[in-house]
């Protein structure tokens, strides 16, 4: 099928061939049909990556009247950074229709700009939930005009608390207005919305292409550089019985890792294109038959392994295109069998991980590299029971039993055992006797090169306070608790928080745990994966006027210890003059956006420079920054 037989306008269909589309994707061809009828309720049930954003963003650039600049068309959407780039998509789409003008408003950000631009013309309004409701009461957005309204992400709105504001905007909108309704999964408060506000809804459900199997484990870890081959050794020294598979990115690393480990004394072999074809067939034979244990492999070479039971896929460098991670990973955890992706990342690469989370809709865990103790005594375990494991062949060791029991005559039972353990055991002792901790933090890698922070007084004072944040970095619970230094004076209730929380750190709301907001401060929880995202992206940022400070608190036991009340124990750090300081305004989030569009916004960096005439090739699936 192609997109000039679904009845878009030729306008659309020449900014669908400015972009590159050639064919409309499965959700494309159900949806755009039913979507250009005049009464076009439609239920979605499809997640990113599908192509939903141009299902339903076509028809609607298409059904838009061009001679009217009234709003006629909302796209409402949980964040801020969802709401941008469905904007851009929108702006793309509607590249040849001149008056279509679409403005994209969200919360956090200086209002009164927002409003001058509706102002100026806003045939289509994409927004936040929050925002929206907030202009609409000042009367910036006027509503009886829209014939369309989107509900992009329904499923997430409703987990962030938006379901209140999604109702008003709905109840408020013409009886005549279609309903496009769009959610990764089907609760029954998104079927309510269904029911209440739909009229023999079409149903399409598309299952999404970026789904991870959710039988693998994403670990990542962070290490200096220098580290990262001494890393590697750890990850595989932890997992004795490991059959794993290490991706490097070029053939030379490739090599070069694959020798050293074999110099080291691991059974690990390289796989890569340099090879002739019989080596490769014989390597992979080995592996095959579990006679390596180690694969050292570029993602080329291992394109099209098959070999299951694959305990750990270890990521030496993550590769260029996110895609190939997806590849990577999934060559564990085969046939419904459980696996790990482990990922060794630099103080830089952290936006590598996020941008792997956004597009495969999956979380990591950020682990510990682990420590000397913590090594010995799991490879000691995993030699004990390979010794009881054993079996005896009495048959053929019985003729050199007496030369044998004669030499260990002298040995007590005690010693014998020490010393056959002690063959094995001592290459650990010895390479782990000098071993330091590898795990680094951005904090602490700071402190550590004596670096002064040039962000200010606030900064050094977050640094005085590095000792606590150090204890919280080798904490082994799953969540991290923070202090917020505004609360229900400065406007604030647990949804807006999440709000905040999610929209600044690019999180989803099953990240953010327990939320306790008090008359003027907070608390919350999040998951120790997002704690430098949380600590880098929601501090400093903008609530409705008021500048916001995130700080890790302290763990219960350590304030009782410490004797310090919570409330004593923030309050000085928190800085209320902050308050009264400068509005960031719109552009702290445009420039981030700009900065950071690429990899967090799926491909709004890339299509920047498409617009600008970059004759690079379009890369769907980078990580949108140089690195
Ligand atoms: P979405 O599901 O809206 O997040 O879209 C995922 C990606 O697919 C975006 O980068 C779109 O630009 C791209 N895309 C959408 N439709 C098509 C199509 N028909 N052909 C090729 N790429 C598409």
């Known amino acids: 099928m192609t997109f000039s037989e679904l009845g878009l306008r030729e306008e659309v269909l020449q900014s669908i061939n400015d972009l590159g589309f050639e064919a409309p994707t499965p959700i494309?061809?159900?949806?755009?049909?039913?979507?250009?009828?005049?009464?076009?309720d439609l239920v979605g049930l499809a997640q990113t990556?599908?192509?939903?954003?141009?299902?339903?963003?076509?028809?609607?650039?298409?059904?838009?009247?061009?001679?009217y600049d009234l709003t006629q068309g909302l796209v409402i959407c949980p964040t801020r950074e969802l709401c941008l780039q469905i904007s851009k998509d929108l702006e793309?789409?509607?590249?040849?229709?001149?008056?279509?003008?679409?403005?994209?408003?969200?919360?956090?950000?200086?209002?009164?700009?927002?409003?001058?631009?509706?102002?100026?013309?806003?045939?289509?309004?994409?927004a936040t939930p929050g925002r929206l409701v907030d202009l609409i009461q000042r009367r910036a957005v006027k509503l009886q005009d829209v014939r369309f309204v989107v509900l992009d992400e329904a499923d997430e709105m409703l987990n962030m608390g938006f379901k209140e504001d999604i109702d008003s905007i709905l109840d408020q909108t013409p009886d005549e207005k279609n309903v496009w309704l769009f959610s990764a999964t089907m609760p029954k408060e998104v079927a309510d919305i269904a029911k209440n506000y739909m009229t023999n809804p079409l149903e399409v459900s598309i299952g999404h292409k970026?789904?991870?199997?959710?039988?693998?484990?994403?670990?990542?870890?962070?290490?200096?550089?220098?580290?990262?081959?001494?890393?590697?050794?750890?990850?595989?020294?932890?997992?004795?019985?490991?059959?794993?598979?290490?991706?490097?990115?070029?053939?030379?690393?490739?090599?070069?890792?694959?020798?050293?480990?074999?110099?080291d004394g691991y059974n690990a072999e390289p796989l890569h294109g340099d090879l002739s074809q019989a080596q490769r067939d014989n390597v992979m034979k080995r592996f095959r038959e579990r006679t390596v244990q180690l694969l050292v492999a570029t993602d080329v070479a291992a394109r099209g392994i098959d070999v299951d039971n694959i305990t750990h896929v270890i990521n030496y460098q993550l590769p260029d295109d996110i895609e190939n991670y997806t590849h990577r990973s999934g060559r564990t955890a085969r046939a419904g069998k459980k696996g790990e992706s482990l990922v060794l990342i630099n103080l830089k690469e952290h936006y590598k991980i996020k941008a792997i989370e956004r597009q495969m809709r999956t979380n990591f865990t950020l682990g510990v590299v682990p420590s000397a103790n913590e090594i010995c005594a799991i490879q000691l375990a995993s030699l004990i029971n390979k010794v009881k494991d054993t079996e005896v062949k009495e048959?053929?060791?019985?003729?050199?039993?007496?030369?044998?029991?004669?030499?260990?005559?002298?040995?007590?039972?005690?010693?014998?055992?020490?010393?056959?353990?002690?063959?094995?055991?001592?290459?650990?002792?010895?390479?782990?006797?000098?071993?330091?901790d590898l795990n680094v933090s951005e904090s602490r890698d700071r402190r550590d090169r004596g670096e002064r922070s040039e962000r200010g007084d606030r900064d050094r004072d977050r640094e005085r306070g590095g000792e606590r944040r150090e204890r919280f970095d080798r904490d082994d619970s799953n969540r991290t608790r923070f202090f917020v230094s505004i609360g229900k004076r400065d406007g604030l209730n647990p949804g807006g928080l999440l709000r905040l929380i999610c929209d600044e750190a690019g999180l989803t709301s099953s990240s953010v745990g327990k939320i306790d907001v008090m008359p003027s401060f907070s608390f919350f929880e999040a998951d120790n994966s997002h704690t430098e995202a949380i600590l880098k992206a929601v501090n400093g940022a903008n609530y409705e006027g008021n500048r916001v400070s995130v700080e890790i608190t302290k763990k219960k036991a350590e304030r009782r210890s410490g004797g310090g009340d919570r409330d004593r124990g923030f309050s000085g750090s928190r800085d209320r003059n902050d308050r009264g300081g400068e509005r960031r305004g719109g552009s702290g989030f445009g420039d981030r956006n700009r900065d950071g569009g690429g990899f967090g916004s799926r491909n709004g960096g890339d299509r920047d420079r498409e617009r600008g005439g970059s004759s690079r090739p379009r890369s769907r699936n980078s990580y949108g920054r140089n690195n």
Do not use: W
């Not at 990556?49 to 001679?67: E, H, S, Y």
């Not at 008056?99 to 100026?120: C, F, H, L, P």
């Not at 030369?403 to 353990?421: A, P, R």
């Open 49 to 67: 990556g599908t192509g939903k954003t141009a299902a339903f963003g076509l028809p609607l650039v298409n059904n838009i009247q061009d001679q």
């Open 28 to 40: 494309q061809q159900s949806a755009i049909p039913h979507l250009l009828k005049s009464d076009s």
């Open 395 to 436: 048959k053929d060791i019985e003729e050199f039993l007496p030369k044998i029991m004669s030499d260990f005559e002298h040995l007590s039972k005690e010693e014998v055992i020490k010393k056959f353990i002690s063959v094995e055991f001592n290459r650990f002792v010895e390479y782990y006797s000098k071993a330091q």
């Open 92 to 126: 793309n789409y509607a590249k040849y229709d001149r008056k279509t003008a679409v403005v994209a408003v969200y919360g956090g950000t200086d209002i009164r700009r927002q409003i001058t631009q509706i102002k100026q013309g806003a045939t289509i309004i994409v």
């Open 210 to 263: 970026n789904q991870g199997n959710v039988n693998i484990e994403h670990i990542y870890y962070t290490v200096r550089e220098k580290d990262r081959y001494a890393a590697l050794k750890r990850l595989i020294d932890v997992n004795p019985e490991i059959f794993g598979l290490v991706f490097c990115r070029t053939r030379h690393e490739t090599q070069h890792v694959a020798e050293n480990l074999s110099k």
